[in-house]
């Protein structure tokens, strides 16, 4: 994203500040908690991954910005699969600790 809109853009309708700090604020409140490994922050960032899903099938139906568009459907897809198998990890590692604490406690 930042690539694209930042130098390679052939069109630039909105000024280049605005629409970096539209597309990237989303992912910057999502990196701590992906980092940390949270359930929470994996679930976001599968609804944000359809986002820029969507904004990928708009960029690629543009003659101008195709390849972008292409690019950003692949890198969302990518999110949307890292971030869904993250949350099947944890849920069921929270699964597992939830199991072994009850057997614990009987």
Known sequence: ??????????????????????????????????????GKANVYAIMLSLLYASLGFWYATSLDEKLYGYGLLVLSTILYVGSFMSARVIAKHNKALLLEGGATQS
Request: proline share 8%; glycine share 6%; aromatic share 10%.
């Open 1 to 38: 994203i930042t690539l694209w809109n930042g130098w390679l853009t052939p069109v630039q309708h909105v000024p280049r500040s605005i629409e970096l700090a539209l597309l990237l604020m989303p992912l910057l409140l999502i990196v701590r908690g992906m980092f940390y490994n949270t």
